[in-house]
C-alpha cells in the first residue's frame, strides 16, 4: 500500500495522489485531446454519453500505460534527477500497488471501450497500450537510440482511436493524423533529451544524444522536422482537409522547420543554455494542440 505524507502535524494520505502521478497527467492531456479531435472530426453524430465514455477510455488507457511505464523503469527514475521523485522511485508507493493499478486500469479501459463504442476502437486500444509497455518500454528503449522513432507510434494512436470510436472503420484522414504525431514526436523528445541528456547517460538509456551525440542528434531533429510538416500538409493537398487546416499547417508547420533550423545547425559547445532547443521544446507542443484545434475547427466550418 501506498506510504503517508506527513505535512507538519498533519498526516496527509499519499494514495490518491501518486497513483494519480502514475498516470502521466500532463502526457494524458494531449492524448486525450488528440483522440477528442479524432472523434470529432470523424463524420456521423455519436450519442454525448458514448463519446465522453470512449474518451474516458482511451484517457485510462494512457494513464495504464503511464502507470506501467513507471513500475518497469523504477529503477532507472531513481538515477534521474528529472524523474527520482516519482512516487515510485521516492518509495511513497510499493512496486505491486502500481503494477496491480495499472493492469487494472488497463483491462478497465479496454472492456470500457468495448461497451462504448465497438470492438475494432477497444483492439486499438489494447494494441496500444500493449506497444507502449511490451514493445517501447521493455524491449526498444532500453536497447536502441531509435527507440523514440519507432516507439513514437505509441502516441500515435488517440486520434485513430477516437476516429474509429465514432465510426468502427479505419479512413485515410486519421491514418495521416497517426504519422503526424508518429513524425512529431522524435524532434518533439530529443528536443528535451539535448538538455536532460546528462539524465539519461547517468541511468544508462541509449538516447540519441547519449549514443550517437548531440550533432547526429540535431541532425535528425531538422530532418523529422521537415518529413513531419510534409505530413502535416499532407491532409490538405490530398483533399482530405480543407483550407481552414490547410493554411494553419502550413504557417505552424514553417515556424516548426524555422525553429529547428537553429537546433539542427547549432554544433556542441555554442553554449550550455540550449535556448533554441528548448524553444523548439515548447513550440512542438504547442503546435499539436492548435494543428488538431484546427481538423476539429475545418470539419465543423468548412471553407
Not at 523504477?74 to 515510485?88: E, V, Y
Not at 479496454?110 to 463504442?117: I, K, R
Request: glycine share 8%.
Amino acid at each position: 500500500m501506498a506510504q503517508s505524507l506527513t505535512h507538519g502535524a498533519m498526516t496527509l494520505p499519499a494514495d490518491w495522489r501518486d497513483l494519480f502521478a502514475l498516470t502521466k497527467p500532463r502526457v494524458m492531456s494531449l492524448v486525450v485531446f488528440t483522440a477528442l479531435c479524432g472523434l470529432l472530426a470523424a463524420p456521423g453524430p455519436m450519442h454525448p454519453v458514448l463519446a465522453f465514455s470512449s474518451i474516458l477510455a482511451i484517457a485510462l488507457g494512457a494513464g495504464a500505460s503511464g502507470a506501467l511505464n513507471q513500475w518497469y523503469e523504477a529503477g532507472l527514475d531513481a538515477k534521474m534527477k528529472r524523474t527520482a521523485n516519482r512516487p515510485l522511485p521516492a518509495g511513497r508507493l510499493d512496486p505491486q500497488t502500481a503494477l496491480h493499478f495499472g493492469v487494472g486500469l488497463a483491462a478497465f479501459s479496454v472492456f470500457l471501450m468495448l461497451f462504448a463504442a465497438n470492438w475494432q476502437a477497444a483492439a486499438l486500444l489494447a494494441v496500444s497500450i500493449l506497444f507502449y509497455v511490451l514493445v517501447y518500454t521493455m524491449w526498444l528503449k532500453p536497447r536502441t537510440p531509435q527507440n523514440i522513432v519507432i516507439g513514437g507510434a505509441a502516441g500515435a494512436f488517440p486520434p485513430l482511436i477516437g476516429w474509429v470510436a465514432a465510426t468502427g472503420t479505419i479512413a485515410p484522414l486519421p491514418v495521416l493524423l497517426f504519422l503526424l504525431i508518429f513524425l512529431w514526436t522524435p524532434p518533439h523528445f530529443w528536443a528535451l533529451a539535448l538538455f536532460v541528456r546528462s539524465d539519461y547517460a547517468a541511468a544508462g538509456i541509449p538516447m540519441m544524444p547519449v549514443v550517437a551525440g548531440e550533432r547526429a542528434t540535431r541532425r535528425q531533429i531538422l530532418f523529422y522536422a521537415i518529413i513531419m510538416a510534409a505530413a502535416a500538409i499532407a491532409p490538405w493537398v490530398l483533399g482530405l482537409a480543407g483550407a481552414l487546416y490547410g493554411w494553419t499547417a502550413v504557417l505552424l508547420s514553417a515556424a516548426f522547420v524555422l525553429l529547428s533550423v537553429p537546433v539542427g545547425l547549432r554544433t556542441a559547445g555554442e553554449g550550455d543554455r540550449m535556448q533554441p532547443e528548448k524553444r523548439l521544446f515548447a513550440f512542438s507542443i504547442a503546435y499539436l494542440f492548435i494543428l488538431f484545434g484546427a481538423v476539429v475547427a475545418d470539419h465543423l466550418w468548412p471553407l
